[in-house]
């Protein structure tokens, strides 16, 4: 069974870092290209980011190129999101997903919020 | 970035009926769409991909059709586990965009 696990978000002040972490299990990581959508509360989703299944490509939305990072372990079957210069538009719920186009699997979530 | 216009907004079903959800994009997606369902307090979940193909495991009650730059999703013989909002998502394009949802209850 494929899961993933997201963990790392919390309350963070305005232009402070945090670091996502997905663990993933159920399926050959390597494999799979993935992504990091966010969904703010009671709104719509919002693809974030995206990494190539050997982490060489990667690909951000304009609203976190330059403040947010994505990588991989796949000896850890992990993927991150480093997020730095957190402002309060970055407030949302964080998904970790599978997949370069469509998004076939998603974790349970984990919140990030930037207030003061 | 590519606009996905989703409607209804919200739509209220009587249990057995057939709803019809709707995507406009803002150009042309060549059925790089597919469809989510998110149930309160859930993760969204794929049901539909490349505008028409069906993820495994969801019931055959649900399907997509459209080219270009119009789409939509079916549900036949509505359920009551239906109830959810459903999202398009174009990958035609970066940045990948979503629709804003529909907003499915049982009347």
């Known amino acids: 069974e494929v899961q993933l696990v997201e963990s790392g978000g919390g309350l963070v002040q305005p232009g402070r870092s945090l670091k996502l972490s997905c663990a993933a299990s159920g399926f050959t990581f390597s494999n799979y290209y993935m992504a990091w959508v966010r969904q703010a509360p009671t709104k719509g989703l919002e693809w974030v980011a995206y990494?190539?299944?050997?982490?060489?490509?990667?690909y951000y939305r304009d609203s976190v190129k330059g403040r947010f990072t994505i990588s991989r372990d796949n000896a850890k079957s992990t993927l991150y999101l480093q997020m730095d210069s957190l402002r309060s538009e970055d407030t949302a719920t964080y998904y970790c997903?599978?997949?370069?186009?469509?998004?076939?699997?998603w974790g349970q979530g984990t919140l990030v919020t930037v207030s003061s | 970035d590519i606009r996905m216009t989703q409607s209804p907004a919200s739509l209220s079903a009587s249990l057995g009926e057939t709803v019809n959800i709707e995507c406009l994009a803002s150009e042309d997606i060549y059925s790089d769409l597919a469809w989510y369902q998110q149930k309160p307090g859930k993760s969204p979940q794929l049901l539909i991909y490349n505008a028409n193909s069906l993820q495994n495991g969801v019931p055959s009650r649900f399907s997509g059709s459209g080219s270009g730059t119009q789409y939509s999703l079916k549900i036949n013989s509505l359920q009551s586990e239906d109830v959810a909002t459903y999202f398009c998502q174009q990958y035609n394009n970066y940045p990948f965009t979503f629709g804003s949802g529909t907003k499915l209850e049982i009347k």
């Open positions: 997903t599978t997949g370069a186009d469509w998004f076939a699997y």
């Open positions: 990494i190539s299944t050997g982490g060489g490509s990667t």
